[in-house]
């Protein structure tokens, strides 16, 4: 009977891992550890003439988009005071109906006055008079505080639009810019992200995922680095990290040399791999 392969269960990936948590499973791939060490440097140098390029486009994506940003808020703005104009222009409308209702309305009383029979009947008429007469008043003064606001946002909304204006022009100079850059290193950047997804494909999650980490983590994005050796420097069994610049003990150079281990250096956590790589 045959036995039963048991499936190994890969743990999940630890977002904080770094490549000395996984030196132990760094061997359990279907590339050799040369090979390996050797995909992750390649893939280190297409990222780092990645980063070259991106680093011509400066701020200017980060500029765009704030500009981008600022404007949406403005046109918010703008919609906002203009959508607030139309209402003070409904309500203007409004009251000037009311007016003439109002007017109406006294005008009729005015002529029930002088055919009244009883000083009753007359009283009654006055109070409707005046009640009409304070509600066209109310009317007339809901245009006047309505056209002063109207007056007051069209202000705004002129403010608004000589910003928005301005913006608008900063933006198009910008992604103009953004765009020359962009479409001088277009063809590039095509191709080097095209031998990333290459190395990327032959290496597993966790390492990946660490790789991307320490890569993060450092100012310089380097995350593989090769042993440095100085100009004057003749001993073949002395080198420091080509990260930090730190020394690196003579056995672990002669592990790095090897290409059998992943020596990470002790200081920075990168992976030290043999200059023999360059």
């Given amino acids: 009977m045959a036995t039963k392969k048991t499936k190994k269960i890969e743990a999940p990936i630890d977002q904080r891992e770094t490549f000395v948590s996984i030196q132990k499973t760094f061997a359990d791939s279907d590339l050799s550890v040369e090979e390996k060490l ?10 780092t003439k990645i980063d070259k390029i991106l680093q011509l486009r400066g701020e200017l994506p980060l500029e765009v988009e704030a500009l981008q940003e600022e404007i949406a808020v403005l046109q ?6 203009s959508a607030e104009v139309d209402f003070k222009a409904t309500e203007i409308a409004r009251a000037k109906n009311d007016i003439v209702d109002c007017q ?12 009244v029979s009883n000083s009753r009947e007359y009283d009654s008429l006055q109070k409707e008079i005046e009640n009409q007469d304070l509600l066209l008043q109310i009317a007339q003064k809901q245009i006047s505080e309505a056209k002063e606001a109207t007056l007051a946002l069209k202000q705004d909304l002129e403010v608004v639009k000589e910003k928005l204006a301005v913006k608008e022009e900063d933006l ?14 277009s063809a590039e950047e095509k191709k080097l992200v095209a031998e990333r ?24 994005h380097l995350a593989v680095v090769p ?13 420091s990290c080509g990260g930090c610049l730190n020394s690196i003990p003579a056995q672990r150079l002669i592990d790095i040399q090897s290409n059998k281990k992943m020596i990470i250096c002790e200081y920075c956590g990168r992976i030290l791999v043999n200059p023999d790589f360059e």
């Fill in 38 to 47: 050797k995909t992750l440097y390649e893939l280190q140098q297409v990222d």
């Fill in 197 to 220: 997804d290459a190395y990327t494909s032959k290496i597993d999650e966790r390492t990946l995922s660490a790789y991307d980490r320490i890569r993060q983590s450092n100012h310089n």
């Fill in 104 to 115: 109406a309305q006294i005008d009729k009383y005015k002529a029930q006055v002088d055919n």
């Fill in 76 to 81: 918010d703005k703008a919609a906002e005071i």
């Fill in 227 to 239: 042993v440095y050796r100085a100009e004057n420097e003749k001993d073949e069994l002395s080198g």
């Fill in 172 to 185: 198009k100079i910008k992604e103009d810019e953004l765009s020359t850059i962009v479409e001088a290193t």
